[in-house]
């Protein structure tokens, strides 16, 4: 996974490698400052990923992983949630959004009282 907070562009982007993942067996959820990403990797062998041997004595080495999986992230703060966009190409799930504009720094004039009243 790569995650890239690209600061020229205000956007945040995450790279996951799913290689032999449907994009309809992929879910993600925005909750609680998290990002969910969910789904299942299927055995191209069938429900079965356990294929039969070619003969009783074979020893063979598995490697490749299928059957669900979860992975929660951490989003940083000041994140529009609303405009994630994911797409899913060449085994590579790629989310990007946009940085919200960091309101927390600002000048706030003083005025009089009766400044107040008068703008109401």
Known sequence: MD?????TSSNII???EMPGVDVNDISLQLCNG???ISG?????H???????????????VRELKYGRFYR????????EATAVSAILER?????KWP???DVTERLIPPSTSSNAASQT
């Open 3 to 7: 995650l890239i907070d690209d600061m």
């Open 34 to 36: 998290q990002l969910v």
């Open 40 to 44: 299942k990797r299927r055995s191209p």
């Open 72 to 79: 929660a992230l951490p989003l940083p703060g000041g994140m």
């Open 46 to 60: 069938g429900q079965n990923s356990n294929r039969a041997l070619p003969n009783p004595e074979a020893r063979p």
């Open 14 to 16: 995450v790279d996951l």
């Open 91 to 95: 085994g590579v799930l790629s989310l």
């Open 99 to 101: 940085r919200l504009v």
